[in-house]
């Protein structure tokens, strides 16, 4: 998908990232359960089976949270972009930190009787009728094993596998992860006695989850908005007016929302326009924020890579996206809305020839 | 408004290890601001958990005493009193989520010597019971009291299981315990009633349904809430016995 044909393994960002996370991880579960310790105020020091799980547990939580507010901080501020590199990897590790929670538990809570701790796990509290004493366990398995899901079929093989929709479609479902999770928290550890700390922190989670999901939403919608001139200009046989060429700075593109919410990236380069399809063909990244490097567009979010004329990634690679056809007439680019098929060479239009 | 990428704006490639310097502070900055609040969060959390109390095995303190078992529902053992304290009845249970309904059974009426470790918190005391003999120890041959009627009262409180609760698994209450209640009462170990007031100056009460016999599913609904209910007390040496009348039982909260 890169022209520069390097390999993606290894590298020094990746291992930054993960060291980061690691480092994080490890400072968490060290204070929770050596650490802070010391500081409580017990009559008794809490038993180790149930500090750790608490620790897990937590981390778990505030990890899935970071994980939710990359996304929107990403599309709010690019400079947030490079924490979308690598995502995976946070996922993966959140799944484990989880798994290890659940086995914490399950050793502790569900074992030591003549019942099997799976079956324990399952049949000890069926109240499923009633919210206070809800089996808050079943909505932390539901979290669980979607993460399981998502965390296995985050590397691209399966991506390829599956095709970009259908993973897309199954990815999205770590907001039902998070909302079991938040279910699962409320209606388990902050039904105890009351605890400040820990409700005010799932509080703030879901607050700053929904408050940049909700100020994304809010930014993507004004931008639609704001591309009525392309929606409801001047119209000339078909083609809809995307703006002037100065409005687009050398390399970079301006994004232009159609009718049917279709978004088509209009690059600049090379004393050239051409114009494709704004959703990358490996996540959906946003092509428009990206810029053209190499000679190619390159997506933002993981530096997937693709020939400005005909969009198609540089060969060995297949990735095909759509193309659009453009015109010039003074400095007013037109774009002709009908999407052409993934890969269709379109003649870039060479800036000056329509003056 | 149209989302424009500029020329000047630093543009991150992961597969590359040059980063924008712009983009690489940030990341640090984010870095240390996301490490050191996990940090912080950790530190916070942990530090302020609620006191789950100093209920615990008392390992230390190993139990071998003479006496009678009896089923009242649930098993328990009687013993007779001293120079320095009155009859005692214990509360017992078995190794893990078990209770002893067989070794009650197979031993009641006849004395023995009952070898286990106390779990204890305040005045509520199981015994985890490790061996049961016949004995031909004086102590344990003895005629218990009958129970003493303490007439009827509505309790507000919770239904725990009295192993968990008395320090097995701490803080052995609450909702978030109430999986591990239900496990353990349906193993065998005993429930007891934790009310918020006391009755003759006692806060944990063996339970029985209100014709003093064993509790069943019904129970389930209202295990770990806290709940209000009627039933009639009667004292066994030391150890009250709550035959609560749950179709009184209301959730409070």
């Keep these: 998908m890169s022209v520069q044909y390097t390999p993606v393994l290894w590298n020094r960002n990746k291992l930054v990232y993960d060291a980061v996370l690691l480092i994080a991880v490890a400072l968490y579960l060290y204070v929770f359960i050596r650490y802070a310790p010391a500081f409580e105020d017990v009559t008794k020091p809490i038993d180790g089976a149930t500090l750790r799980m608490r620790a897990f547990g937590s981390c778990a939580f505030l990890m899935l949270t970071v994980i939710l507010c990359i996304g929107p901080l990403a599309r709010l501020d690019r400079r947030f972009l490079p924490l979308l590199y690598n995502r995976r990897h946070f996922g993966v590790l959140t799944a484990g930190i989880a798994a290890v929670h659940a086995n914490y538990v399950l050793g502790w809570y569900y074992n030591f009787s003549p019942t099997d701790k799976y079956v324990a796990l399952l049949s000890s509290n069926t109240s499923y009728g009633q919210i206070l004493g809800f089996p808050f366990e079943a909505l932390g398995i539901g979290a669980l094993l979607i993460l399981f899901v998502l965390a296995a079929t985050s590397h691209d093989f399966w991506l390829s596998f599956l095709g970009a929709p259908l993973w897309k479609a199954l990815h999205m479902s770590i907001y039902i992860a998070y909302a079991f999770v938040v279910l699962h928290v409320a209606l388990g550890a902050l039904q105890g006695p009351g605890d400040p700390i820990l409700t005010s922190l799932v509080t703030a989670s879901v607050v700053l989850v929904c408050g940049l999901h909700f100020a994304t939403g809010r930014m993507e919608a004004a931008r639609e908005r704001g591309e009525a001139t392309a929606k409801a200009s001047l119209q000339n046989a078909g083609w809809v007016v995307a703006g002037e060429v100065d409005e687009i700075d050398e390399d970079c593109a301006k994004v232009v929302t159609l009718d049917d919410d279709e978004r088509v990236a209009i690059f600049k380069y090379d004393g050239k326009l051409s114009a494709i399809t704004n959703a990358c063909a490996h996540q959906n990244g946003p092509l428009g924020e990206g810029k053209v490097l190499w000679g190619c567009i390159t997506c933002p979010w993981h530096g997937y890579q693709y020939n400005l004329a005909d969009g198609r990634a540089p060969e060995p690679f297949t990735e095909k996206i759509s193309t659009y056809r453009l015109k010039l007439i003074g400095s007013t680019v037109l774009l002709d809305p009908k999407a052409l098929p993934p890969g269709t060479h379109v003649e870039p239009v060479r800036l000056g020839e329509g003056a | ?253």
Excluded at chain 2, 123 to 144: C, Y
């Design chain 2, 1 to 253: 408004m149209s989302w424009k990428q500029t020329k000047d704006a630093p543009f991150f490639v992961g597969y590359l290890n040059a980063v924008p310097k712009p983009l690489a502070v940030f990341a640090l900055v984010f870095s240390l601001c996301f490490v050191g609040g996990m940090g912080l969060a950790a530190l916070a959390l942990s530090s302020t958990q609620n006191d789950p109390g100093n209920g615990g095995f008392q390992w230390g303190n190993r139990f071998e005493q003479a006496g009678m078992l009896e089923l009242r529902p649930y098993p328990v053992f009687r013993v007779p009193g001293d120079e320095e304290s009155g009859p005692r009845t214990y509360m017992l249970s078995g190794q893990g989520k078990r209770g002893v309904f067989g070794q009650a059974e197979a031993n009641a009426g006849t004395p023995v010597t009952l070898r286990g470790v106390p779990v204890n918190r305040g005045d509520l005391t199981m015994i985890q019971v490790g061996n049961v003999e016949a004995t031909e120890d004086g102590a344990g041959n003895f005629t218990p009291s009958d129970a003493v009627p303490l007439g009827r009262w509505k309790l507000a409180g919770e239904i725990c299981d009295g192993k968990c609760y008395a320090g097995a698994m701490r803080p052995g209450q609450g909702l978030a315990h109430k999986a591990c209640a239900d496990l353990c009462i349906t193993g065998g170990i005993p429930p007891v009633f934790v009310s918020t007031g006391p009755v003759e100056g006692r806060s944990f009460f063996l339970m029985a349904d209100k014709d003093g016999n064993l509790l069943g599913d019904e129970i389930q609904g209202l295990l770990a809430l806290y709940i209000e209910v009627e039933g009639d007390v009667e004292r066994l040496d030391d150890l009250l016995v709550f035959k609560a009348d749950l179709s009184t039982a209301r959730i409070l909260k």
